[in-house]
Nanobody, 121 residues
């Protein structure tokens, strides 16, 4: 399975960005998809995840109320509003093979190449 992410860029604080990620090349039946991010010098951290059905979503406390994750089959989107400088990071799309949903990186099986989001004035 290959994950291709897009939509990153340089924006000012308070702006919005929409990240998209599409899976191809295999199957991961009933697995969750999600986003993690990694800022320079820091560990990769959970951002958001969505179940296969789209009915269950998880968010980190730092993005809750500002980011919205959505899914259409093998495509997952992350709408990011009211961006802050501390949201600056490389954002990674991920997908899991197993049924269920989780907030920890070890649960997921496939990772995209990452897309840079920079929030700066």
């Amino acid at each position: 399975v290959q994950l291709q992410a897009s939509g990153g860029g340089l924006v000012q604080p308070g702006s919005s960005l929409r990240l998209s990620c599409e899976a191809s090349g295999g199957t991961f039946s009933r697995g969750a998809m999600g986003w993690f991010r990694q800022a320079p010098g820091l560990e990769r951290e959970f951002v958001a995840a969505i179940s296969w059905s789209g009915l269950t979503t998880y968010y980190s406390d730092s993005v809750k109320g500002r980011f919205t994750i959505s899914r259409d089959g093998k495509q997952v989107n992350l709408q990011m509003n009211f961006l802050k400088p501390e949201d600056t990071a490389v954002y990674y799309c991920t997908a899991g093979r197993r049924e269920g949903i989780a907030k920890f990186a070890g649960w997921y099986d496939y990772w995209g190449q990452g897309t840079q989001v920079t929030v700066s004035s």
